[in-house]
């Protein structure tokens, strides 16, 4: 069998293109069916359900309106996870949620009743033998920008391509990574 010779499912960029293009709904019904589910799980993993159920709906409000520009992107994920992060902030923003944090290493000074908080908080979900769960705890606990930068990476994007996303610097991208593994793994590790 020829590798990609009959795929029915069309690259991001194609159906963005077709859909541009001829203002067929089932070009954006496509990209939908595609990319939905991994945007919505990063929104989640950085708010509420019902925060991300409403993020994703302007997201995708936003792109319908991108027909009237005519503008073609090169890499349409990284474009709608772009659009969906900046709504984010936007709404926390103006829920007042939003904590931008100066620096992407955990606090020493609080990560000591953090880190009890967190063992004992483990603790409970251990018992009930639920790897799983804790791990999602694990990254629930991270900042923001280290989750994020962590989501990222587990949707399949470089570090560059990350970098991108978050208009930040490739080496604070990678110290966020850093800080985010070393982070889980402590938090796994005190599970054991």
């Given at each position: 069998m020829i590798k990609g010779w009959f795929n029915p499912q069309a690259s991001p960029e194609i159906l963005l293109t077709r859909y541009i293009a001829t203002?067929?709904?089932?070009?954006l019904t496509l990209l939908v069916q595609q990319l939905n589910q991994p945007i919505f799980h990063y929104l989640l993993s950085q708010s509420d359900k019902e925060t991300a159920e409403d993020i994703i709906q302007s997201m995708w409000l936003k792109v319908m309106k991108t027909k009237a520009s005519h503008q073609a992107h090169s890499n349409v994920k990284s474009w709608l996870f772009t659009i969906a992060r900046n709504t984010l902030i936007d709404e926390l923003r103006r829920q007042n949620r939003w904590q931008a944090e100066s620096i992407d290493a955990p606090d020493t000074s609080?990560?000591?009743?953090?880190?009890?908080?967190?063992?004992?908080?483990?603790?409970?979900?251990?018992?009930?033998?639920?790897?799983?769960?804790?791990?999602?705890?694990?990254?629930?606990?991270?900042?923001?920008?280290?989750?994020?930068?962590f989501i990222f990476q587990q949707e399949g994007f470089s570090v560059l391509q990350i970098a991108e996303l978050t208009d930040e610097s490739f080496e604070t991208i990678k110290s966020r990574l850093r800080y985010a593994r070393t982070h889980i793994k402590s938090l796994l590790e005190n599970k054991s």
């Open positions: 203002s067929k709904d089932k070009y609080t990560e000591l009743l953090s880190s009890q908080a967190t063992h004992h908080s483990l603790e409970q979900e251990s018992e009930n033998s639920d790897r799983l769960a804790i791990f999602n705890q694990a990254i629930a606990l991270l900042p923001f920008h280290q989750r994020e930068a």
